[in-house]
């Protein structure tokens, strides 16, 4: 995946996530009952939106080898929009609402019970826990050829400038 097509995807994931948010909040507002389901949901698409929207600032700040494990979740992007969209369609108001609400009579319905609630947040866990792995995993491999490099130059007791100093040879201890 490249960095433009998989930034894009955040961007489809992250815009898709706002507009379930916003219909959640209208359903809140609506429905009395479902108020905790709702709530849940809601909460999950805004943890994924927070987790996605630092990605989509670190793709579009790093190169893709710095990266690669991140940029290799091409397929669960995709997998979790079309989860969000399947909601997205399931969320929204159909006509009969409009007509409805044309006449005089708001009637508004939670589309989905307690156990599907369940599995919907079990899977939007999910997608979160792999989108901030792969984030971990990068950070690691970043964090190990850091330290691999510093290593590499006190190794070899290669000259450094630190600030406000003038430039002084690196002593490894045993080497003299």
Request: charge should be positive; proline fraction near 2%; aromatic fraction near 4%.
């Given at each position: 995946m490249d960095g433009l097509s998989g930034a894009a995807s955040v961007i489809a994931v992250i815009d898709i996530s706002a507009k379930i948010t916003s219909i959640c909040y209208q359903y809140a507002v609506d429905v009395k009952d479902a108020k905790n389901d709702i709530e849940r949901v809601q909460r999950k698409v805004s943890d994924i939106t927070h987790v996605l929207e630092k990605l989509k600032q670190l793709l579009n700040s790093q190169d893709e080898k710095r990266l690669s494990t991140t940029h290799g979740l091409s397929d669960s992007l995709k997998q979790c929009l079309r989860e969000l969209?399947?909601?997205?369609?399931?969320?929204?108001?159909?006509?009969?609402?409009?007509?409805?609400?044309?006449?005089?009579?708001?009637?508004?319905?939670?589309?989905?019970?307690?156990?599907?609630?369940?599995?919907?947040?079990?899977?939007?866990?999910?997608?979160?826990?792999?989108?901030?792995?792969?984030?971990?995993?990068?950070?690691?491999?970043?964090?190990?050829?850091?330290?691999?490099?510093?290593?590499?130059?006190?190794?070899?007791?290669?000259?450094?400038?630190?600030?406000?100093?003038?430039?002084?040879?690196?002593?490894?201890?045993?080497?003299?």
């Amino acid at each position: 995946m490249d960095g433009l097509s998989g930034a894009a995807s955040v961007i489809a994931v992250i815009d898709i996530s706002a507009k379930i948010t916003s219909i959640c909040y209208q359903y809140a507002v609506d429905v009395k009952d479902a108020k905790n389901d709702i709530e849940r949901v809601q909460r999950k698409v805004s943890d994924i939106t927070h987790v996605l929207e630092k990605l989509k600032q670190l793709l579009n700040s790093q190169d893709e080898k710095r990266l690669s494990t991140t940029h290799g979740l091409s397929d669960s992007l995709k997998q979790c929009l079309r989860e969000l969209e399947d909601m997205k369609a399931k969320l929204e108001p159909g006509k009969t609402r409009k007509t409805m609400s044309r006449i005089g009579i708001r009637a508004l319905k939670w589309p989905f019970t307690s156990k599907q609630v369940d599995k919907i947040v079990s899977i939007l866990k999910g997608y979160q826990q792999t989108f901030m792995l792969a984030l971990q995993v990068d950070q690691t491999v970043l964090t190990f050829n850091i330290d691999q490099n510093a290593e590499d130059r006190l190794g070899h007791g290669q000259i450094f400038r630190t600030k406000g100093q003038d430039l002084q040879q690196t002593v490894v201890p045993g080497a003299a």
